[in-house]
């Protein structure tokens, strides 16, 4: 850049309040591995992808993550355990803190934004103090243009310093670690942890906010692919219900695979890239996912085959949560731009470990809200310590811990586009069949893959269905490539008294969890709810 641009960009720094630092902006990914390898933060792999260790987090901190509280946010924000409050003038303390510890260092600055939908585009600022930090936002965010870069109007900035620890009785943090986000500001600090998901997840909570809030745009925690006649759908899912593979489809193309906005007449990726994980991954299972960890990519808490620089998939000694970080355009079939027509299909992906929910059932809009605000799947053992046998989890809204407003907004939201579009809205249970967990088997892929391509060839018949006795959900009677005995979930256990007891102990445990909203929940959400027996 010209040597005039150079002054400007270190004034625009002088202004947000660091001084004497020396200032990289907008590296190529390229430069910014090469510094993180000279730096001896990170390992070069066989794949071409560099490998980082996150330090003490290879995680999200839930419990240190705050919204301040002011005029702006005090009243819609849904406060509680998922919401903290933090307060504003310790924030602008903490602010002013970061800012003396990221003067006089080495940092990065990248100009990004998020959302393919220009409408509601919007401009980020990212400083790092590690480049690959940086790396992971060009990665995460969609990129500009070299002209656009030029004339560049951030209007939310990103100060993301790991090395910068937090003192609690001081600072109002909970411990060392924090991530902060002021709406009125529009300023997110991060800080004491390493964990670069935080980055992103940053953007994502306040799109959760601001798109509903100011846009009507529902904000979604979901992946979405096209096909060629333009039927768009979009996937929900908590992790391990096959989000990632089932929206990965050689004959569709993928808008995006983790954060999208609904607006009138449009679905629209927030990313410019795609954040995987990589516990167990492999070629045969998720080609996509396997083939994009090259050049360019940023594996995050891999262990490597012994001697070698090979990363290990099936190695959890770091953390069960292994990560990739990439550009979308590392994948073949994806729509560009990251963006096409209301959906037709929509899914809710759900494990269910107790064998009880059906593998494939049609939602009311009653329902779809219902099942929406819930956001169910079963955790199983072995999928995270001291858990030993199925544990029932809800997370509202499919990503409870990223949803500032009260899960009943996005639900009516939801409800709202459905009545608009005629969306079709679909459970699918991924988990087990014939029984539990330990006892029944995990419904095959195969057949999982054949439900939704019956979907959304529009296979599955209107008047064809049964309606279960307890969760009121519609059953299809057949399905093309699926045999028909599964379909109706207790047809598979061999004591169908048994069944009976397990499906009503789901029902009340769904109950239980709606208690929090039933509030502020209209009455086509509340009628929808299971009846236990």
């Known amino acids: 850049m010209a040597e005039t641009g150079k002054r400007a960009e ?63 946010t005090k009243d819609p924000v849904w406060w509680g355990d998922i919401n903290l409050s933090f307060d504003q003038k310790k924030f602008d303390k903490l602010h002013k803190k970061i800012l003396n510890y990221l003067s006089n260092k080495e940092i990065y600055v990248r100009d990004a934004y998020a959302c393919a939908d220009e409408r509601y585009r919007l401009n980020i600022r ?48 909970r411990q060392h670690n924090f991530a902060i986000l002021d709406f009125s500001k529009k300023i997110i600090l991060i800080g004491g942890t390493g964990y670069t998901g935080e980055i992103k997840k940053g953007i994502f909570s306040a799109l959760n906010f601001i ?29 391990g219900t096959g989000k990632t593979t089932l929206s990965a489809d050689p004959k569709r193309n993928l808008i995006g695979d983790d954060e999208h906005g609904w607006c009138g007449d449009t679905v629209f990726n927030f990313e410019g890239g795609c954040y995987a994980k990589c516990i167990d991954l492999s070629k045969e299972n998720e080609p996509d996912i396997y083939n994009a960890i090259k050049d360019g990519a940023l594996l995050e808490n891999i262990s490597f085959f012994p001697n070698t620089n090979t990363p290990n998939f ?20 994806i729509a560009k731009p990251s963006l096409a027509k209301n959906p037709k299909n929509i899914f809710f992906l759900t494990a269910d470990a107790f064998g009880v929910l059906p593998p494939v059932s049609k939602l009311t809009r009653g329902q ?15 999928t ?78 209107d008047d064809e269905f049964e309606t279960h006795k307890v969760f009121g959900l519609r059953m299809p009677k057949s399905c093309p490539n699926v045999p028909s005995e599964i379909l109706n979930p207790k047809n598979t256990w061999h004591d169908q008294i048994k069944y009976d007891k397990k499906a009503n102990e789901l029902a009340k445990a769904f109950v239980k969890n709606f208690d929090q909203f039933i509030e502020f929940a209209n009455s086509e959400i509340t009628d929808a709810a299971p009846v236990p027996k």
């Open 10 to 72: 270190n004034a625009t720094i002088t202004e947000l309040g660091i001084h004497n630092s020396t200032v990289y902006w907008n590296l190529t990914s390229k430069e910014l591995a090469d510094i993180s390898l000279k730096k001896g933060e990170a390992t070069k792999t066989s794949t071409g992808a560099i490998n980082i260790n996150t330090g003490e987090f290879t995680g999200r901190s839930p419990m240190d993550r705050f919204i301040v509280k002011d005029e702006l």
């Open 126 to 173: 990212v400083v790092n103090e590690y480049a690959y930090s940086n790396m992971f936002a060009y990665n995460m965010f969609l990129r500009p243009t070299t002209s656009e870069i030029e004339n560049f109007q951030a209007e939310w900035l990103i100060l993301n310093a790991p090395g910068f620890l937090a003192d609690p009785k001081i600072d109002g943090t």
């Open 211 to 239: 798109l509903p809030y100011e846009k009507n745009v529902l904000p979604m925690h979901c992946s979405a692919n096209v096909g060629k006649n333009n039927d768009t759908a979009i996937f929900f899912g908590l992790s």
């Open 314 to 333: 099936e190695d959890d000694s770091i953390t069960q949560n292994t990560r990739v970080s990439y550009p979308i355009d590392h994948i073949k079939n």
């Open 368 to 382: 779809a809200m219902y099942h929406f605000i819930s956001g169910y799947t079963a955790k199983v053992a072995g």
């Open 384 to 461: 995270e310590a001291g858990i030993n046998e199925p544990q029932t989890t809800f997370s509202a809204c499919f990503g409870a811990p990223f949803m500032p407003l009260h899960p009943t907004k996005y639900a009516e939201m939801l409800g709202e586009k459905m009545k608009e579009t005629n969306a079709n809205v679909w459970l699918i249970n991924t988990g087990w069949s014939g029984g539990e967990y330990g006892t029944g088997k995990r419904i095959s892929l195969k057949y999982t893959r054949a439900m939704i391509s019956a979907i959304l060839n529009n296979e599955i018949k």
